[in-house]
């Protein structure tokens, strides 16, 4: 089992940015797709991003895409999503999760399919 860790929230300005990151511990992420979510008060559940095992295959939410950057490090332990341009409609608690795949490109784009959670990290940014 892997345990999942966000960091790197806070309080920021439109305009600003922030990294994000997702460590597991337990066990590296090697054999994982990651992805982040976010939920909003009142909203659903929404995914903003995804990495394959592979590190190249990636995923945005298409309002995400230009602004967001998911990436892995080499020992592929920690996840990080890179945000930038942030605007108030990004603030929400963001989630990072896994699920084990054999698939090396593979990216999961439903949260049911994602087996293990962190608690999340709160991002408000303000206008």
């Known amino acids: 089992q892997v345990q999942l860790a966000e960091s790197g929230g806070g309080l920021v300005q439109a305009g600003d940015s922030l990294r994000l990151s997702c460590a597991a511990s337990g066990r590296t992420l090697s054999s994982y797709a990651v992805g982040w979510f976010r939920q909003a008060p009142g909203k659903e559940r929404e995914l903003v991003a995804a990495?394959?095992?592979?590190?190249?295959?990636?995923y945005y939410a298409d309002s995400m895409k230009a602004r967001f950057t998911i990436s892995r490090d080499n020992t592929k332990t920690t996840i990080y999503l890179q945000m930038n341009s942030l605007k108030p409609e990004d603030t929400a608690v963001y989630y990072c999760?896994?699920?084990?795949?054999?698939?090396?490109?593979?990216?999961?784009?439903?949260?049911?399919?994602?087996?293990?959670w962190g608690q999340g990290t709160q991002v408000t940014v303000s206008s």
């Open positions: 999760a896994a699920e084990r795949t054999m698939g090396w490109n593979y990216i999961p784009t439903l949260g049911k399919e994602y087996d293990y």
């Open positions: 990495i394959a095992r592979s590190g190249a295959d990636t």
